[in-house]
């Protein structure tokens, strides 16, 4: 199964107010804990903005402390979603600015349409991106891409974005969420073991030397190998018929 995950304050622009980052992490929590949810897609509603990042207007009014207190709040939804051991697709329309763009990042996967537009603002408004956005953009784009976005706060577009890595996929306008899901499932057709210990394999050897990542990779490989999953694909692929996966 695929789960669809949409951010559902359209007359705000999908902006993460405190009430919406609590309801994300704590759906992630769930989707997490259900096996049988094999690949997730976050999309945003309305036709103007996947996630214009943090509701300034709910902060235009909170003292230091309401910040503080804020604070986990949106790291648990950041953190919930980077932690999903499902493959994440974004499925990105209209504006993905800063908290926005950074959910994007927390995915595995960008499908952007033609309407897209990217940015992390946080400095124009005297803030640094707090949802991963220094750390994943160096992860993704490399020093150099990550500080002319951080430090700029400029704004790109869809085509932009996937000639710099930032987004994976461009399609028309208007089919972000339905090429985001057929991509997820195309990766919810492949073995629930081995696309979870891929996706670990990958976000954890982003930040480690060659010599370790190979590490992870083998346990990676390990535990894909002595799954009753495994069995089945070779089974299925001897046998020229489609794979029932045991997940397990």
């Not at 503080?68 to 697709?89: I, K, T």
């Not at 150099?144 to 869809?158: C, F, K, N, S, Y």
């Amino acid at each position: 199964m695929v789960a669809e995950v949409v951010l559902d304050r359209p007359a705000a622009l999908n902006a993460l107010s405190t009430s919406l980052a609590a309801e994300l992490a704590r759906v992630c929590g769930e989707l997490a804990a259900d096996p049988d949810v094999l690949a997730v897609v976050l999309a945003g509603q309305g036709e103007r903005a996947f996630c214009v990042g943090a509701d300034l207007k709910e902060r235009a009014a909170m003292t230091h402390a309401d910040f503080m207190r804020q604070r986990p709040v949106f790291r648990a939804a950041f953190r919930g979603l980077l932690d999903l051991p499902q493959p994440a697709v974004a499925a990105v329309h209209g504006f993905a600015l800063g908290g926005g763009c950074e959910l994007a990042l927390c995915c595995d996967l960008i499908v952007a349409d033609e309407t897209a537009v990217f940015g992390l603002p946080e400095t124009t408004v005297g803030l640094v991106p707090g949802g991963g956005g220094t750390q994943l953009t160096l992860r993704r784009l490399g020093p150099g891409l990550a500080a002319d976005l951080v430090l700029t706060g400029r704004q790109l577009a869809a085509a932009e974005a996937a000639r710099i890595g930032l987004a994976d996929r461009v399609v028309p306008a208007g089919q972000a969420q339905v090429a985001a899901v057929e991509l997820a499932l195309q990766i919810a057709a492949n073995s629930p073991v081995a696309v979870r210990a891929a996706k670990q394999a990958i976000r954890l050897g982003g930040g480690v030397s060659l010599a370790a990542g190979l590490e992870l990779e083998d346990a990676a490989w390990r535990t894909a190998v002595g799954s009753a999953d495994r069995r089945e694909g070779i089974a299925a692929f001897t046998e020229h018929r489609k794979p029932r996966w045991q997940g397990s």
